[in-house]
């Protein structure tokens, strides 16, 4: 166990230090993790989730036809026209990313948002990273608020049974979304005085037209459908991959049948996708993978119980705030899964009702990794757009924005939970 630990600290500050080589790093470390034995090559392909993987290529392929479609930046002029100022266009964009990623994957959401902020940006000439690094947050905050909106989320429905209208009051109580639009309510606020100082003045001269809708409509249906495949009972775990990927292969199809040429679009999309954010978060579900194997995850959840002692506030406090600094630098998806039993464990070991244990997991895990670069899929997949497009933000960068409103939504989130659930 100590040699698991030791390697994974020393990648997650290689992963700090030296971020333009984050995938690198990633990959080499899951091979040392195999090679070393941590964890056995058998388990190396289930290690990854497939279903995150493919969701996130599929939509990045639809994003591609979606940004051909001129459709990002129309909605670019109609947020610029209405907004006042640059502050308030970014503010527009964090809302409708959180209107989005309540429905849709917090990654995907990012996918679909960003294009309209890197539009944005260019017509008002101005840097795109603090937009889109605010999307990014936001879009990981809105992401706990239903069933459909994060993996997490989708985590917890499946381990308790709960189903998409159980986020929105549970056992005759005020779910999970009412308690993260309270903390974005309080999150817009802190933003706004972070970005305070982007006054400038915005202006629009000429409206983008459109003129092909169907990748729109594939958006759509994508958020459609992944909503209805909450509903389904049993169904294969890559579900929602496979809608992604579905609706892609299709946005590619009706587009070679409008040229006449099948080759060219499908090379052209598959280009679009980003290979190196996929591989990175691939490495990154070995490297968990390897820890969890050698015990780490599971000793440190046994520790939550001894220091507690046994006291429901105690543990509740302990659970939601490691979770948040857990988070900051372990993806928060096996860090999640490896925690439902044991929350559960905790709450039949204390004879209490489970139901506040998991919300303060799922506060803490969820919206603390936005702490970090590292710390969430959406936040990885943010910088790799930023990255693609000629722009390196630094750690100091992100967390100008990330901590400040991390710390105001799981406060709020970690107050209102504990008062509706004791």
Not at 158 to 179: A, E
Not at 235 to 248: A, F, R
Request: glycine share 8%; net charge positive; hydrophobic share 55%.
């Amino acid at each position: 166990m100590g040699l698991a630990l030791v390697l994974f600290l020393l990648t997650y500050i290689a992963l700090m230090v030296f971020s333009k080589y984050r995938a690198h790093i990633v990959l080499a470390s899951a091979a040392l993790f195999v090679l070393l034995g941590i964890l056995p090559s058998g388990k190396v392909f289930a290690s990854v989730d497939w279903n995150v993987i493919l969701m996130i290529a599929g939509t990045m392929g639809i994003v591609y036809l979606f940004i051909q479609s001129k459709m990002p930046s129309l909605l670019a002029d109609i947020i610029i026209h209405r907004m006042p100022s640059v502050k308030w266009v970014i503010i527009a964009l964090c809302l409708f990313a959180g209107i989005i990623s309540a429905f849709v994957d917090n990654v995907a959401t990012v996918l679909m948002v960003a294009p309209v902020a890197l539009v944005v940006a260019k017509k008002l000439g101005i840097s795109p990273v603090p937009a889109i690094i605010a999307i990014a947050v936001s879009s990981n905050l809105q992401g706990a608020a239903t069933l459909v909106g994060d993996t997490t989320s989708i985590l917890l429905g499946g381990y308790t049974d709960m189903d998409f209208l159980d986020f929105f009051v549970y056992q005759g109580r005020p779910g999970l979304f009412w308690v993260v639009q309270a903390g974005a309510l309080l999150s817009v606020v802190t933003l706004l005085f972070v970005l305070r100082k982007y006054t400038q003045k915005v202006t629009l001269e000429e409206r983008t037209t459109v003129t092909d809708f169907f990748p729109s409509w594939l958006l759509l249906g994508m958020v459609a459908m992944l909503i209805l495949a909450s509903f389904l009972p049993v169904k294969p775990h890559i579900t929602n991959g496979l809608i992604c990927v579905g609706l892609m292969l299709a946005g590619i199809l009706r587009e070679a049948l409008r040229r006449k040429d099948l080759k060219t679009p499908f090379l052209e999309t598959v280009r679009e996708i980003d290979w190196y954010t996929l591989l990175l978060l691939a490495g990154l579900f070995v490297i968990i993978a390897g820890i969890t194997e050698a015990g780490v995850v599971s000793e440190i959840s046994k520790l939550f119980v001894r220091v507690s002692g046994g006291n429901l506030f105690a543990i509740y406090s302990l659970l939601t705030w490691a979770s948040v600094l857990f988070s900051a630098f372990i993806d928060n998806i096996p860090y999640v899964a490896t925690m439902l039993p044991v929350t559960a464990g905790i709450a039949a070991l204390m004879g209490v009702n489970p139901t506040i244990l998991y919300y303060g997991l799922l506060c803490g895990a969820t919206l603390g990794g936005n702490l970090t670069p590292i710390g969430a899929s959406a936040n990885i997949t943010a910088l790799g757009i930023l990255r693609k497009n000629g722009y390196e933000p630094s750690t100091g960068d992100f967390m100008k924005i990330s901590v400040p409103f991390t710390l105001t939504a799981v406060l709020t989130g970690y107050i209102l939970v504990w008062l509706i659930w004791m």
